[in-house]
């Protein structure tokens, strides 16, 4: 195969010319495909550049992909800034700005469908930033390593979950004089729970760490949404007549939340 230099990356690519309308490109995993009409006389490489972006765009997400970031083996995408090294994905999405995602030591960068240049150049343009949230986020684990250091997680099935958090349901929808229209158990990563306007609640599995005040309290979040959805004033008026300690218990479940991601 040929190779063909697009922004900063070799693409390899190889052509055959065929009876057909339209010029067809095929990228397999990162390397190109080109079908090319038979009565098209300018040069293969002319023909990569009009799609450069396109190629581009789907060879970075293919080389740095979004949905592994997370996993521990993850190597794809690493970006050095002075001493620190910072794990990156990309995504490419209808936006109008560069976002940048930054959990721990590795980030999401999302870059608009628009956007003309290097990934490696829209990492240099935030690098000093990014450097500096590097920083604050080691110090922050080292802190939150020394709050855990006393506290261990329980150990239930999914079954003792459920069979707790029917209990709480029970409890609070009294209470609140609210009805839950459906319950159901996620994985989820960034929160605790959900609640939709149809009154649907969604817990997320990893509540089986908790000790049991905590399992309360979030039942009692959730189900207080469905009086306000907000978190404004008279959500946590609601909130602090169950529990005044609201603010400390979320502070708990900050701990419980990095210990169990660093299962």
């Not at 080109?34 to 799609?51: D, F, M, R, W």
């Not at 509540?207 to 946590?236: G, R, S, W």
Request: proline share 2%.
């Amino acid at each position: 195969m040929s190779k063909i230099r697009i922004k900063d990356k070799l693409v390899e690519y190889d052509y055959v010319y065929r009876d057909v309308k339209y010029l067809r490109y095929k990228l397999d995993e990162n390397k190109l495909h080109l079908v090319i009409p038979t009565s098209c006389t300018g040069h293969v490489e002319e023909y990569i550049l009009e799609k450069e972006d396109w190629i581009y765009r789907n060879v970075v997400e293919y080389e740095y992909p979004s949905d592994r970031l997370y996993d521990d083996d993850y190597s794809a995408g690493t970006y050095t800034i002075k001493d620190r090294k910072l794990k990156f994905a990309v995504e490419y999405r209808k936006v109008k700005y560069i976002h940048y995602k930054l959990y721990e030591d590795r980030l999401l960068l999302v870059l608009p469908n628009s956007y003309k240049k290097s990934v490696e150049e829209a990492l240099e343009i935030k690098e000093k930033w990014l450097y500096r949230q590097l920083l604050k986020n080691e110090e922050y684990g080292h802190r939150l390593d020394e709050e855990c250091r006393d506290i261990s997680l329980s150990n239930r099935s999914q079954g003792q979950l459920k069979k707790l958090c029917d209990t709480y349901i029970e409890k609070y929808s009294k209470q609140l004089n609210v009805k839950v229209n459906r319950l159901q158990f996620r994985d989820m990563t960034k929160k605790w729970g959900s609640c939709s306007i149809k009154s649907n609640v969604t817990l997320s599995k990893s509540l089986a760490y908790l000790p049991d005040k905590l399992v309360a309290y979030v039942v009692y979040h959730e189900l207080t949404h469905l009086i306000v959805l907000a978190h404004n004033d008279a959500f946590f008026d609601i909130i602090k007549r169950e529990f005044p300690n609201y603010e400390e218990l979320d502070k708990e479940l900050e701990r419980y939340n990095y210990l169990i991601n660093k299962l």
